[in-house]
T-cell receptor
């Protein structure tokens, strides 16, 4: 089945130690998103790729970076994780054909990040 | 800037009760509206979506939502809830430049 896969499902890192989360998709969607979701809060969009074009949200800290080497893969790099970065990180994809209406997003299961 | 607000943060219902979860959006342009559900321990899934046309939208699992432009609302409804509907429900909109905004979510607990 076509899907959005996130690895690992659980990640433990130390304060200040860089960490990379990965997302892959078999849907061949051209848009990929990264969200941060803290307990009992709405998913917060960090950034998204429209094809190779990177779109950063204005309030996303510089500590968060992303790479999309090809259509299928997207990575979230947290350069120096702080305690406040502990959260669930969600990857999502959608297909944008360039005109409205915008299609829905397909979400992966998320990676739960713990910072010690 | 677009925003989405959900009025109810936590709703508790008995099985067979009717459900209505509120969602209001603010955006000056054309919006595409969605309701997502997140069952315990599972990923976000699409319940239904509205783009244009018939303002009453049918989704999966017996859910529906009504888009009322004059009220900037897109409330989610289900005539008779089941224990398996226990989950968190998110309203979301996508506006220009693929800008996605989620509401804060409503936790629904259905008591058998």
């Amino acid at each position: 089945d076509a899907m959005v896969i996130q690895n690992p499902r659980y990640q433990v890192t130390q304060f200040g130690k860089p960490v990379t989360l990965s997302c892959s998709q078999t849907l061949n969607h051209n848009v990929m998103y990264w969200y941060q979701q803290k307990s009992s809060q709405a998913p917060k969009l960090l950034f998204h790729y429209y094809d190779k074009d990177f779109n950063n949200e204005a309030d996303t800290p510089d500590n968060f970076q992303s790479r999309r080497p090809n259509t299928s893969f997207c990575f979230l790099d947290i350069r120096s994780p702080g305690l406040g970065d502990a959260a669930m990180y969600l990857c999502a994809t959608s297909f944008d054909h360039g005109t409205r209406p915008y299609n829905e997003q397909f979400f992966g299961p998320g990676t739960r990040l713990t910072v010690l | 800037a677009q925003s989405v607000s959900q009025h109810n943060h936590h709703v508790i219902l008995s099985e067979a009760a009717s459900l209505e979860l509120g969602c209001n959006y603010s955006y000056g342009g054309t919006v595409n509206l969605f309701w997502y559900v997140q069952y315990p321990g599972q990923h976000l899934q699409l319940l239904l979506k509205y783009f244009s046309g018939d303002p009453l939208v049918k989704g999966i699992k017996g859910f529906e939502a009504e888009f009322i432009k004059s009220k900037f609302s897109f409330n989610l409804r289900k005539p008779s809830v089941q224990w398996s509907d226990t989950a968190e429900y998110f309203c979301a909109s996508i506006g220009g430049y693929q800008k996605v905004t989620f509401g804060t979510g409503t936790k629904l607990q259905v008591i058998p």
